[in-house]
């Protein structure tokens, strides 16, 4: 069986971490979350894969050509939706296929239950089913899939993945795959709503904190750094080539630190934290449900937690980023969150500097001892 996944959008609901990688290339637990889209179908025995990309199309080649696994790669000229990009790849469809999002994480247990029947997607409860497909189901069939509603009529929605045969495509009139289901179900084809065991989508960036949560719980214990004597492992930590751990430090995990970090001493990582590769954490630090991107630098006497904090930040010490909830207005809708701070790549923050629910662009400046609270900072500003 053939795998469809469409890896070409932006996400744009994600920035400013999509400013400069697509959604489906966010490390999460130190690894792209298509990479496990890609995992779960290879243990279903799927190895006959197609990825659409788009938007930063050669940073999503780059990274596939660095599988074990061939991937088929097509290309969308222009991001003008999913059922835009299904057709992309049609050429290359020989028969039944499944398609899937390159930005969600599936677990290869769910995939296993849609493959083999003609016409499946997979479904599942969300609390917010206005970000989605919302789907009404009788007798184990959709009765009907609207997409993004302002009202739901239920909190079942679809998961973005199908098992589909070529038919699909004499429905596609638009540029959204979930017009083109609806319209095949008002056709009289019955479509099949399998319940996902596990499925993670990240809206807008702070809900890859709870996919990283999830993730970690998955990831096996691993020590190839050099930890003090005097540090304190407890719990699934993982941690990678050439990183020094200092005495003294704590580290509860769930936690996966990457390559050539240096933590320490002193320091205090709580679980539901992963740390990319070439991280500096200065003495007398804690973090925790925080998502660290590679080669940024964290000053002493930091608090950071339920936080995320792109490639090449440099927080200078006595930064603080706690929980807080407030309203983000996204694309022009105001959004209840709550986290501690959002930054994109390359911040330099100054010290003693305080965020709470707040986002910082790319290439933003703050020269320090600032509050920001509840606060979008939009890419390259700078905060005096």
């Not at 990457?258 to 991280?279: A, F, K, M, Q, W």
Request: aromatic residues 4%.
């Amino acid at each position: 069986m053939q795998a469809v996944i469409l890896a070409a959008g932006e996400g744009k609901r994600v920035r400013p971490l999509t400013r400069s990688r697509p959604k489906a290339l966010i490390p999460v637990a130190n690894r792209p979350i298509i990479e496990y889209v890609i995992d779960a179908l290879l243990k279903n025995g799927i190895r006959d894969i197609i990825v659409v990309v788009g938007y930063r199309k050669e940073q999503v080649t780059r990274f596939l050509n660095q599988l074990d696994v061939p991937v088929e790669v097509v290309i969308q000229p222009k991001q003008l939706g999913t059922a835009h990009a299904l057709q992309c790849a049609e050429p290359k469809i020989k028969g039944d296929f499944l398609v899937l999002p390159g930005d969600n994480y599936i677990d290869p247990h769910s995939i296993a239950r849609i493959v083999g029947i003609s016409n499946a997607m997979l479904i599942r409860e969300h609390p917010n089913p206005s970000n989605f497909g919302v789907v009404m189901l009788q007798d184990g069939y959709v009765a009907n899939i609207v997409e993004k509603p302002e009202h739901a009529q239920s909190l079942m929605v679809s998961t973005g993945i199908y098992s589909l045969k070529k038919e699909i495509f004499s429905y596609i009139r638009g540029n959204d795959l979930t017009d083109a289901i609806a319209a095949m179900i008002q056709d009289g084809i019955r479509v099949q709503g399998v319940p996902a065991d596990d499925w993670q989508d990240a809206i807008f960036a702070w809900d890859l904190l709870k996919m990283n949560r999830r993730l970690l719980h998955n990831l096996p214990p691993a020590r190839e750094g050099i930890a003090s004597r005097q540090t304190i492992i407890n719990g699934p930590v993982r941690i990678g080539k050439g990183t020094t751990i200092g005495p003294n430090t704590v580290i509860t995990g769930p936690v996966v630190i990457g390559n050539d970090c240096s933590i320490g001493p002193n320091c205090c990582i709580l679980p539901n934290t992963s740390i990319g590769s070439r991280v500096t954490i200065e003495p007398f630090t804690m973090i925790g449900d925080a998502l660290i991107m590679d080669d940024t630098s964290i000053g002493s006497h930091s608090r950071i937690m339920d936080t995320i904090i792109g490639e090449r930040c440099s927080l200078a010490d006595h930064t603080s980023a706690s929980t807080a909830s407030g309203l983000m207005e996204i694309e022009g809708t105001a959004i209840l969150s709550e986290f501690g701070a959002i930054l994109g790549d390359t911040v330099v923050s100054g010290p003693f500097s305080t965020y709470r629910n707040s986002i910082l662009g790319n290439n933003v400046t703050v020269e320090g001892q600032d509050r920001i609270t509840s606060r979008i900072i939009p890419d390259g500003s700078s905060v005096i």
